[in-house]
């Protein structure tokens, strides 16, 4: 059974940082681009990240840039969204996926994990 679980998430302060991990099982992340999206209560899901299978193309959206990092560690079969300067903003339930084309959009993503929350406030 193909799967992916996101960790990493809780509650941080205004300012502080949370690395989120999405790790898969039942197939090789190698194959595919990742994406990491975020919806938050009454909003629409967002793209927030991707990395193309080779891990040498990686796209933010906008309102990310410059604060969160997209890696990939194919041998250890993961791939990790460092988040710094977290803003109240962020919180939302972050989600990974994987697809074979990439991009901020969710199009591209046919297997998708249950998430995990992320919560900045003081």
């Known amino acids: 059974q193909l799967q992916l679980v996101e960790s990493g998430g809780g509650l941080v302060q205004p300012g502080g940082s949370l690395k989120l991990s999405c790790a898969a099982s039942?197939?090789?992340?190698?194959?595919?681009?990742i994406g990491w999206f975020r919806q938050a209560p009454g909003k629409e899901r967002e793209g927030v990240s991707c990395?193309?299978?080779?891990?040498?193309?990686?796209n933010y959206a906008d309102s990310v840039k410059g604060r969160f990092t997209i890696s990939r560690d194919n041998a250890k079969n993961t791939v990790y969204l460092q988040m710094n300067s977290l803003k109240p903003e962020d919180t939302a339930v972050y989600y990974c996926?994987?697809?074979w084309g990439w991009g901020l959009s969710d199009i591209h993503y046919n297997h998708w994990g249950q998430g995990t929350q992320v919560t900045v406030s003081s």
């Open positions: 039942g197939f090789t992340l190698d194959l595919f681009a």
């Open positions: 996926a994987a697809g």
């Open positions: 990395i193309s299978v080779s891990g040498e193309s990686t």
